[in-house]
């Protein structure tokens, strides 16, 4: 796998990060604003789409955001939702985003992401 390439638009402000560029990928809407691109065949990601990136990555008083993503996987099968989760724990993912569970009781588990810092400065993107 090649080192990622990421790109950030300031007008659009949406960040993208391309693992593996030009290859054929399905596209799995995490949230409203995060767009993970996968190979199911090889079970591995293709890019990531961060739509309004500098709202999504900014910090609160309470520390970084998280966003839940069990609505946009609600709509996949078990099998694409376990493929999704392992990539999610892989990287070169798992560089970007921060999968964690927000535990609404014993029995009641939310998968959530969060964005990671990224390496870079934006104003050299």
Known sequence: MNKASIKYDEVSDTLTVSFEPGVPATGIELTEHILLRISKTERKAIS?????????????????????????LSQLSHELREIVFEILQQKPVSDFLYLSAYTLS????????????????????
């Open 106 to 125: 014993l029995v009641e588990i939310t998968p959530i992401i969060s964005l990671q810092p990224i390496p870079f400065a934006m104003s050299e993107v």
């Open 48 to 72: 990531l789409v961060v739509f309004e990136y500098s709202v999504l990555a900014q910090k609160t008083a309470m520390g970084t955001r998280s966003f839940p993503i069990e609505a946009g």
